[in-house]
Structure formats: structure tokens, C-alpha cells
């Protein structure tokens, strides 16, 4: 039988004992999420979710229909569609794609099967709901409290774990959605920390040239959601699995 060595991105799935991941992969299916691209909006049913690998989904709550502002982040961390652990069908919020890369999706109707079949899966989606939760409501008092310069630097540290590579890309409108601020306020503070040398920032492409300095700069958030999150995760790195081809979801 011929096998191949599958990387499980998706830290979450990579929590998932080898023989109960085998019988996901069956309704797992590869696909690209794009830069811009929304997953769901408010009030819409969620037809699929999502556990992404190199790409990250911004959680977006809307005020007054039209303004925009993320609360939640997620990467190769988490799941996008944890409503349905819930018991509930419906988003509350936009699911926003802000960095373009991979990631396994499967059916709503399949991942409840799957759910209540799985003690694993269903262990790992409550203790991910929970992290998820802390970064929401800390996410809320930081909007509240915290200028926008350590508020940004957060931001890119939060995303700079998460995709893993010193670039990337981001624009000047998406960052105002992110941190509820007009474009001028984004300006001055991607400023500011470029004139610290923490970062490089050139037509939407950001690069992390002093990450030690960009922690330093970071209101106090985001280390308060990083050790919530790490302590949960204790142990779960990154794995490998050998999976016979046949086993393997068709590509998108
Ligand atoms: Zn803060």
C-alpha cells in the first residue's frame, strides 16, 4: 500500500488521536481560503467549518449594520464554526479571511455526526472554545483601554504566531477594521513602530524585523491570552501522521 506522510497543520485536529483523525480525514476536504473572502455573515446559516492551517480567519462583530470590528482571530490554532459545538446553525458574527492559505473544512451536517461521535474531538473543541472565549472578552477591554499603537503591535504578534513566517500581507483598511480606527489613526501607528525598527510596513506588506521589541511594545493582552492559550494546549505540537493515498481527501 502506498503511504504518504500527512502534515497536520491544524493544531487542533493534531490533538486528535491517529485513528479517530483517519476516520475525519474521510469528510475532511483540502481548500485555499482567499484573502477577502467571508466564510459567513451575521444571521447566515454555517454551511461548512473550517480548520485553518496557514490561513487566518477574522472574527468580525458589526454595530449600526456597517462598522466593522474584529474580537476574535483564528489560525491554525482553532476551528471557524465553533457555533455549531453550541448546538446553534447560525453565525453571529462575520468570518472574515485576512491571510490567504490552506485549511481542511467539512460539512456542518457531517462535523455534528462527527462531533458527537468523537470524544476527542469534542475535548479538544471545548477547551479551544474556552481560549477562544478569553481572547474575545480581553479583546473587548483592549479596544476599550489600549491606544492603538500597542494595540497594533498585539495584532501583529497574535498573527505573527499564527501564520508562522515573518511577512505578511495587510492593508490599510483591513488593520481599521481590526482595531476600529480610521485609516489615518492605522498610518500613525504602523509609523511609529516602523520608526522603532519592530517592523517594516510598504504597500500592505508588513515584515517582523524585531519581534523581541514588538512584545515589548504590545499592550499587556496579548501575553494575558497567550498563557490562557498555551496552558491549554499544553503539549499538542504540531504532528505528523502516515496515511495510506487512498485514505487522502481529493484536492479542491
Ligand atoms: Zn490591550
Not at 101 to 129: N, V, W
Not at 179 to 184: D, K
Amino acid at each position: 500500500m502506498i503511504e504518504t506522510v500527512l502534515e497536520i497543520e491544524n493544531s487542533l485536529l493534531a490533538a486528535v488521536p491517529h485513528t479517530a483523525y483517519r476516520h475525519l480525514l474521510a469528510r475532511l476536504e483540502p481548500v485555499t481560503l482567499t484573502f477577502g473572502e467571508v466564510l459567513y455573515e451575521p444571521g447566515e446559516t454555517i454551511r461548512h467549518v473550517y480548520f485553518p492551517g496557514a490561513s487566518l480567519v477574522s472574527l468580525l462583530t458589526l454595530a449600526d449594520g456597517h462598522l466593522a470590528l474584529e474580537v476574535g482571530l483564528i489560525g491554525r490554532d482553532g476551528m471557524v464554526g465553533t457555533p455549531l459545538v453550541l448546538g446553534h446553525t447560525v453565525s453571529s458574527v462575520r468570518a472574515l479571511v485576512q491571510g490567504t492559505g490552506t485549511a481542511m473544512r467539512m460539512a456542518s451536517a457531517h462535523f455534528r455526526d462527527e462531533f458527537r461521535l468523537c470524544l476527542p474531538l469534542q475535548k479538544e473543541l471545548y477547551r479551544y472554545i474556552h481560549s477562544l472565549m478569553a481572547q474575545i472578552s480581553q479583546t473587548a477591554a483592549c479596544n476599550r483601554f489600549h491606544v492603538v499603537e500597542t494595540r497594533l503591535a498585539r495584532w501583529l504578534l497574535m498573527t505573527h504566531d499564527r501564520v508562522k513566517s515573518d511577512q505578511f500581507r495587510m492593508t490599510h483598511e483591513f488593520l481599521g477594521h481590526m482595531l476600529g480606527v480610521r485609516r489615518v489613526g492605522v498610518t500613525k501607528a504602523a509609523q511609529a513602530l516602523q520608526k522603532r525598527k519592530l517592523i517594516r510596513y510598504s504597500r500592505g506588506d508588513i515584515t517582523v524585523l524585531d519581534r523581541t521589541g514588538l512584545e515589548a511594545a504590545a499592550c499587556e493582552c496579548y501575553e494575558v491570552v497567550k498563557d490562557m492559550h498555551d496552558g491549554a494546549q499544553a503539549g499538542h505540537a504540531m504532528r505528523k501522521i502516515r496515511i495510506s493515498a487512498a485514505a487522502l481527501p481529493l484536492s479542491p
